[in-house]
């Protein structure tokens, strides 16, 4: 699949191009875009701002994939951003099938007089497949730009040459609101989390279970493992101590009572305590990430950290451990400044 694209991206009439890919939080930008490269991403500023994006390559092409729009302030980062654009570059729109409307009646306004294509997510969850292929085809003439249904998460064979021709042939976004209606919107079914009550305190359980479960769990597991690397370590230890060099013994067995620091009587048991957290921290985020769970619990937090200047997104990735600037990629100024504000303080408390 992917060698079929640098086929069509790597042709000498190819000139040098940049598309922008922009559109909501959670409509599977970054995981269009690694599905269609298969490349990892670079992290830089955007030229011209100071809004941090995910670059990725293939052939002559950048892919310049922007922050995910979740509330007002985000459409106005993103909207300085593509202000920030020379003519010659390029938009991919990235929308959702389950609530397309609403996603073009938000994003249609910050490309109108651009050029490029729109893209449609979780294609899969739009029944029936041939009436809903009817609507697309209404909607993109009204646009005025191509549109292509697919699964991000499983991009087929056939949709790699679809997208790659109209990478290379983009045409205008006519309009900035539509006449056509796709006329479906699939809300999934509401959930403990989507309570007005219960969400908020649930939401608070789950981004605090990671922290306990490292606590408690993987220390019990390094106790348990403590005492067995001890007693592979301590002969070999005893051993240097009396037969080796001083200075080579000081290097490696160094003590102080009966605390050692060198780096055969410390270094193993770094591994011995940090490998179960790092392990157990690392799987029940892939745990929430696979399941959805982040996405609901940003929705469900936000109500409760908007006085803060704050998005329920921000307080999920500060708890999960990312500094002000990488959770922030996506804020306003505000926004980047309160987070800079609070996170020393909820990463001291996620430590105790």
Known sequence: MTSQLMDLTERPTVLT?????????????????????????????????????????????TLV????????????????????????DQVLLVVQATQLDSDLAEMLPLVAGKRGAIIVTFWDKVQPVEAALEAIERLSKDVGVDMHP???????????PRIATALQT?????????????????????????????????????????????IFGANQLAEWLHPLVAGLIEPLVAHINASWPTWLGLVLT????????????????LFVWA???????????????????????NVALHPLVRPLGLSGRDVVRVMMGFPPKRLCRSCSHRSARMASFYWPVMTIWRFQ
């Open 275 to 297: 490998l179960p957290t790092v392990l157990l921290f690392s799987l029940i985020l892939g745990v929430y990430k696979a399941s959805g769970l982040i996405d609901r619990m």
């Open 65 to 88: 994939d922007t922050p995910g729009i979740l509330r007002q302030s985000d459409t106005d980062t993103t909207r300085r951003t593509l202000d920030a654009l020379q003519e010659h």
């Open 170 to 214: 983009p045409k205008p976004f006519l309009k900035s609101s539509l006449t056509a209606r796709a006329g479906w919107r699939i809300e999934p079914k509401p959930g403990w989390l989507e309570h007005r009550v219960i969400g908020p305190t649930l939401a608070i359980m789950l981004l605090i279970l990671p922290a306990l479960a490292t």
């Open 254 to 269: 160094a003590s102080h009572g009966d605390f050692g620091y060198g780096l055969l009587n410390m270094g193993p048991f």
């Open 150 to 160: 697919l699964d991000a998460r499983s991009i087929m064979d056939r949709d790699v």
């Open 17 to 61: 191009q940049t598309i922008v890919v922009i559109g909501k939080e959670s409509v599977g930008k970054s995981q269009l875009l690694s599905s269609l490269t298969g490349r990892s991403a670079g992290e830089s500023n955007f030229r011209g701002s100071t809004v941090s994006v995910q670059r990725y390559r293939y052939g002559e092409t």
